[in-house]
């Protein structure tokens, strides 16, 4: 089945700088990648997602880059706040087949105001 | 719109003993997943339902199922419960299988002592 390496599992960062988390996946008919953020005490929530037929999408400070070949993509916070201070997972599934929507273990992200 | 209702929000159960626990999708949302959040482990993926059917079970012992009723309500048990098993449990809904965002409930706190 799918498995799912996401990295660092913790990252402190100064106010305004940017932050990167990284995963990788290993079943190549995968498709669907979304990031989801979740807040001390709170659920998760998605915040962006990229599918297989788009290198990279943007929303505001947020991005996220897909290399296929590779295997792997990324999360690029710029302009860093103290309200991103979060547990940010990666995840990855197929929308046909039998690949379920599988989690990274989790980011820990500390803002330094 | 009402969010993904999870019941109950706490439960404390002696080793042994069996629980179920029942996630209330958003209404019109066909799709139920089920997860096992503990720190450091992340989102352990347990099941997925779509339409009344299993789509998809992760590694977890036999002692761990679920069910889906045709209002895409779904519950899932555990029995024989080990002390290995206290985590937070989510269940997240979607419109789409797999590859359209997961609204998540806001868990079943299980602790087992």
């Known amino acids: 089945g799918e498995n799912v390496e996401q990295h660092p599992s913790t990252l402190s960062v100064q106010e305004g700088d940017s932050a990167v988390i990284k995963c990788t996946y290993s079943?190549?008919?995968?498709?669907?990648f979304p990031w989801y953020k979740q807040e001390l005490g709170k659920r998760p929530q998605l915040i962006i997602d990229?599918?297989?037929?788009?290198g990279e999408k943007k929303d505001q400070r947020i991005a996220v880059t897909l290399n296929k070949t590779a295997k792997h993509f990324s999360l690029h916070i710029t302009e860093t706040q103290p309200e991103d201070s979060a547990v940010y997972f990666c995840?990855?599934?197929?929308?046909?087949?039998?690949?379920?929507?599988?989690f990274g273990k989790g980011t820990r992200l500390s803002v330094i105001a | 719109k009402a969010g993904v209702t999870q019941t109950p929000r706490y439960l404390i159960k002696t080793r042994g003993q069996q629980v179920t626990l029942s996630c209330s999708p958003i209404?019109?949302?066909?799709?139920v997943s089920w997860y096992q959040q503990t720190p450091g482990q992340g989102l352990q993926f347990l099941f997925e339902?779509?339409?009344?059917?299993?789509?998809n079970k992760g590694n977890f012992p036999g002692r761990f199922s679920g069910r889906q009723f045709s209002n895409s309500r779904s519950e899932m048990n555990v029995s024989t419960l080990e002390l290995g098993d206290s985590a937070l449990y989510l269940c997240?809904?979607?419109?789409?299988?797999?590859?359209?965002?997961?609204?998540f409930g806001q868990g079943t706190r299980l602790t087992v002592v």
């Open positions: 209404s019109g949302h066909r799709s």
């Open positions: 990229i599918r297989s037929n788009v």
């Open positions: 079943d190549s008919a995968s498709n669907y």
């Open positions: 339902y779509f339409s009344e059917t299993q789509r």
């Open positions: 997240a809904s979607s419109f789409r299988l797999r590859d359209a965002e997961a609204f």
């Open positions: 995840a990855a599934s197929m929308n046909s087949g039998n690949t379920p929507l599988v």
